[in-house]
């Protein structure tokens, strides 16, 4: 079998803010989703992973059948388990499709069928199909799901934890994050019109200064929101890799990060 080695992709990771109306069950920013996928395909970027979260198709299952706590025994959690599971599944065809459309080789991936985790974070990943897909050119496709828990039954394993991980693992020379505001700022903007964008984090110095300004979500996010991305990405970082966090809402910004031109946004490094 020949090796698996691959070009390190850059992994961009799509909020759920970004593809889907956060606060509406399971309603698609289809226009978005259109564009972000003709601005892939505009930048053509050699090796590239796509994580996706969940916005209105997971956080509103998550929350009504409380899958953060882990299974709690009933019949109901669990079909609320596969519901949750299905509506992401939903979403990463919406995904999928809008990309081929635009002559994109997207190979979706169910994130529970490659995952498993341990009180919440992930202890086993098989990285095999997704660096056979880059191999071959593909783009593969992922997203925050629910998933078996060892310890507790099952979690959730957001987008950011996943993308995190994935950048960590392939060696990424980039984690870019797609959200609906455009980077970190000292507070939440979308509360505060005084908040101020900050340019640049060294994780390296510690977060505290900066976690005091970031709040969850404004809106229905179970996984805890700015401060949660932010937390998952120092990880990444904090082994060697390079975060920006950006406003994927605004046209021309997806393509070019991947063409590595200037974005507004906040970065974080070492
Ligand atoms: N200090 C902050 N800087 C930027 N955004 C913040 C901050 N504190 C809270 N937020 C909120 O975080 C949200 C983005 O996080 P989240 O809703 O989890 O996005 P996603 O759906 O992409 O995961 C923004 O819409 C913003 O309202
Ligand atoms: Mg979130």
Do not use: C, W
Request: aromatic share 4%; hydrophobic share 45%; glycine share 12%.
């Amino acid at each position: 079998m020949k090796s698996l080695k691959v070009k390190p992709p850059v992994v961009l990771k799509l909020g759920g803010s970004v593809v889907t109306f956060k606060d509406r069950l399971e309603t698609p920013r289809l226009d978005v989703i259109r564009r972000v996928a003709l601005e892939i395909a505009e930048a053509k970027p050699e090796s590239l992973i796509l994580v996706h979260g969940g916005g209105g198709f997971g956080h509103p299952h998550a929350l009504t059948h409380r899958l953060m706590e882990g299974f709690k025994g009933g019949l109901s959690q669990l079909v609320g388990f596969s519901e949750t599971r299905l509506a992401m599944a939903r979403l990463n065809s919406l995904m999928v499709e809008a990309l081929n459309r635009v002559g994109i080789p997207a190979l979706g991936f169910q994130t529970s069928a490659l995952v498993t985790a341990r009180e919440g974070r992930i202890s086993s990943l098989n990285l095999k199909p997704l660096s056979g897909a880059l191999r071959l050119g593909g783009v593969p496709v992922i997203y925050g799901d629910a998933v078996i828990d060892e310890v507790q039954g099952f979690t959730i394993v957001s987008g950011d934890m996943l993308s995190s991980v994935l950048a960590r693992r392939f060696r990424s020379p980039l984690l870019a994050l797609g959200v609906d505001v455009d980077g970190i700022y000292t507070d939440d903007p979308k509360l505060n019109p005084e908040a101020k964008l900050i340019r640049r984090i060294k994780v390296g110095r510690g977060l505290k200064g900066v976690l005091e300004g970031v709040e969850g979500s404004r809106s229905l996010d179970v996984t805890g929101g700015m401060k949660h991305k932010l937390l998952e990405v120092k990880r990444y970082v904090a082994s060697g890799g390079k975060a920006l966090i950006f406003n994927a809402l605004k046209a021309g910004n997806v393509a070019r990060v991947l063409k590595g031109l200037e974005v507004e946004g906040t970065l974080l490094e070492n």
